[in-house]
């Protein structure tokens, strides 16, 4: 298919699809996987705390991907530690030569004049309608709006992402995306009938071949359906979609006994380094595993261009049906 949307012709990728960026997991062999795909990818910064090592998987990085277009993820949450290297961050990215930032976490416009000096095309996320206005009217240049049914963080208002789709079609001016829960072409197909201009994915890419993450990992995720994730940390307001596992029942169970729990008292089950031992051994009982509802759609291990390739197919399908479905209403006039 040829695709031409606002998301291909700005970035400069074949297909309307970005894989988000993705907490240990989003490095250079995904990235550069992605970029070969003809989808956008970005580099967690968040993975690499130390500068040298975030400018080294640049480097990888664009050693991977040719040509090819690739961008780096900054997630701007508040830190559980002191100092604020966010500006720095930004400053090395375009130093690198990066030309697209995907931001999440907070309203972006403390930083909006630096970004636009750096000359970084910005791709904020957002969890509803009203946090992408908000980001249209500080300058953003594009955001992606992810649904309740989204892995990680999907907000406080949890809003689903086809009422964000009908909602952001009618009220944006600016290029907006599609994710939460999505993982098949026809989804695809109806965002852009929606008025985006493209999707974005995390859940249905971790069982690519070229995730660095155990086999054991990825096997769960093939087995596991769209029933088995749970929401927690809502108490904190830090709500989070994972996989549903020990560490989920364990935490619930403490927010419901107690009512005053703080994100301190849950940190020795929700680090994140507990989390990225999954990764590495494949043992997927402990920790906060971001996951979505698409996991009803990952439905086995494969390279991340077979996973596209498959997801286009779907998607023409879909253009396929939908072009049957207006000619009979044509000639039924």
Same mark, same amino acid.
């Given at each position: 298919m040829i695709w031409d949307t606002e998301l291909t012709r700005r970035l400069g990728i074949r297909r309307p699809i970005v894989a988000g960026g993705l907490q240990w997991l989003a490095n250079a062999p995904y990235v550069s996987a992605a970029a070969h795909a003809g989808i956008m990818g970005f580099i967690t910064a968040a993975s690499f705390p130390d500068p040298a090592d975030l400018r080294a998987e640049i480097a990888r990085t664009r050693a991977a991907c040719g040509t090819l277009p690739f961008g780096v993820n900054v997630s701007m949450l508040p830190?559980? $530690?002191?100092?604020?290297? &966010?500006?720095d961050i930004f400053r090395l990215i375009a130093d690198e030569g $990066?030309?697209?930032?995907? &931001?999440?976490?907070?309203n972006p416009e403390p930083y909006m004049p630096l970004l636009k000096d750096l000359g970084l095309t910005v791709l904020h996320k957002v969890p509803a309608v009203r946090y992408a206005l908000k980001a249209q009217a500080v300058g953003v240049d594009m955001v992606s709006i992810?649904?309740?049914?989204?892995g990680g963080h999907p907000g406080l208002v949890m809003i689903g992402s086809f009422v964000n789709g009908a909602m952001a079609g009618e009220a944006l001016d600016i290029p907006f995306l599609i994710g939460g829960g999505v993982g098949h072409g026809s989804q695809l197909m109806a965002a852009l009938g929606m008025g985006a201009a493209g999707v974005v994915m995390?859940?249905?890419?971790l069982v690519s071949t070229e995730l660095v993450a155990h086999e054991g990992y990825k096997r769960a995720l093939v087995a596991a359906t769209e029933r088995d994730t749970a929401l927690s940390m809502q108490s904190v307001r830090n709500t989070v979609r994972t996989l549903a596992n020990d560490t989920t029942a364990e935490v619930l169970r403490m927010e419901a006994e107690t009512p005053e729990i703080t994100i301190q008292d849950l940190m020795p089950l929700v680090a994140g380094k507990i989390g990225r031992k999954a990764y590495e051994s494949g043992d997927v009982s402990?920790?906060?595993?971001?996951?979505?509802h698409a996991l009803g759609l990952t439905d086995r291990i494969e390279p991340m261009a077979d996973i596209i390739a498959r997801i286009e197919t779907q998607a023409l399908a879909a253009q396929v049906r939908l072009s049957d479905a207006v000619q009979m209403a044509e000639a039924a006039q």
């Open positions: 830190k559980l $530690v002191p100092g604020d290297q &966010t500006e $990066v030309k697209v930032i995907e &931001t999440s976490g907070r992810v649904g309740a049914e989204c995390g859940t249905r890419l402990r920790g906060l595993l971001s996951a979505g």
